[in-house]
């Protein structure tokens, strides 16, 4: 999608390793948004950003943590994969008065 | 706390006839609705919005969506399905906030088209 790019696209890792994903904006939005999405479960809210390291946690936010040291770039680590962490994962970012989302194209993590 | 629930998990339709997907909401002010569409493999596209003013909605690809406050439901709709709808559909509630916008999303529909 326009204005946001996420990398890696696809990985496989094996479990217990770390795992960073990277989120990288050229819209200098505020706020900026990890989900993960899941069969069954839409997507749901990892961690969030509103500013330079300003994060806040989501619903599923056990076994994650983030990082924002620039307005352009949110980093998404698992610090020890699991296997239950294999799915699909979205960056997105907002603008502030607008409520509208804009998502990446997405990562696909497979932790074996 | 916001939540959206789908109750349709998948739904099958031939082409040509008439979709409805149901959205229901849960959210302690006005809310601000959404559907999104995923096609295979792809990420989420915006299909339409609901923030105030006129109940019944248009959308992109000849989607609507009706609001009706009373039933807390959000649901969409399309006179005539294409084959390229097949897709997964995705309902969200979102808030703006100080602390930073939020966006809640329902399970999502599969829909099928028979040819």
């Known amino acids: 999608d326009a204005g946001i790019t996420q990398s890696p696209r696809h990985k496989v890792t094996e479990t217990g390793t770390p795992v960073t994903l990277r989120c990288h904006q050229t819209e200098n939005h505020r706020y900026m948004y990890w989900y993960r999405q899941d069969p069954g479960h839409g997507l749901r809210l990892i961690h969030y950003s509103y500013g330079v390291k300003d994060t806040d946690k989501g619903e599923v936010s056990d076994g994650y943590s983030v990082s924002r040291s620039k307005t352009e770039d949110f980093l998404l680590t698992l610090e020890s994969a699991t296997s239950s962490q294999t799915s699909v994962y979205f960056c997105?970012?907002?603008?502030?008065?607008?409520?509208?989302?804009?998502f990446g194209s997405g990562t696909r993590l497979t932790v074996v | 706390a916001q939540s959206v629930t789908q109750p349709d998990i998948h739904i099958t339709v031939s082409e040509g006839a008439s979709l409805e997907l149901r959205c229901n909401y849960s959210?302690?002010?006005?809310?601000?609705l959404f559907w999104y569409v995923q096609s295979p493999g792809q990420g989420l596209q915006l299909l339409l919005k609901y923030f105030s003013g006129d109940t019944l909605v248009q959308g992109i690809k000849g989607f609507e969506a009706e609001f009706k406050r009373s039933q807390s439901s959000f649901n969409l709709r399309k006179p005539s399905v294409h084959w390229s709808d097949a897709a997964e559909y995705f309902c969200a509630v979102g808030s703006i906030k100080a602390a930073g916008n939020k966006l809640t999303f329902g399970g999502g529909t599969r829909v099928l088209v028979k040819p």
């Open positions: 997105a970012i907002s603008v502030d008065r607008d409520g509208l989302f804009t």
């Open positions: 959210y302690g002010a006005t809310p601000y």
